[in-house]
């Protein structure tokens, strides 16, 4: 059974900073680029961040550049999500997701809530 098991997520002040965690299982997660989205309050899907199979090829939306820093563990199974210098509008659900080639369905984890208020 695949799972995508995300951690981390909770209430920070402005300016604070948190590491989500994306704990994958039954399928070959080496093999894989992982993404990062987060689904803002009333907001549609947005893409954070990528990273490929081996690490590298580092991908970031515009809005957490310089911020947030992605990095997976192939020994572990896990990709990592570390957010600095949170701001109110980096509240959201945090999801992870491989995405597959079509036609085969993509793998997405429960989410993880983070919130950003004093």
């Known amino acids: 059974e695949v799972q995508l098991v995300e951690s981390g997520g909770g209430l920070v002040q402005p300016g604070g900073s948190l590491r989500l965690s994306c704990a994958a299982s039954?399928?070959?997660?080496?093999?894989?680029?992982m993404t990062w989205v987060r689904q803002a309050p009333g907001k549609g899907l947005e893409r954070v961040s990528t990273i490929n199979s081996r690490g590298g090829a580092i991908t970031y939306a515009d809005s957490v550049k310089g911020r947030f820093t992605i990095s997976r563990d192939n020994d572990k199974n896990t990709v990592y999500l570390q957010m600095n210098s949170l701001k109110p509008e980096d509240t959201a659900v945090y999801y992870c997701y491989v995405d597959r080639p079509t036609p085969l369905p993509d793998y997405w984890g429960q989410g993880t809530l983070v919130t950003v208020a004093s």
């Open positions: 039954g399928f070959t997660f080496s093999a894989y680029p």
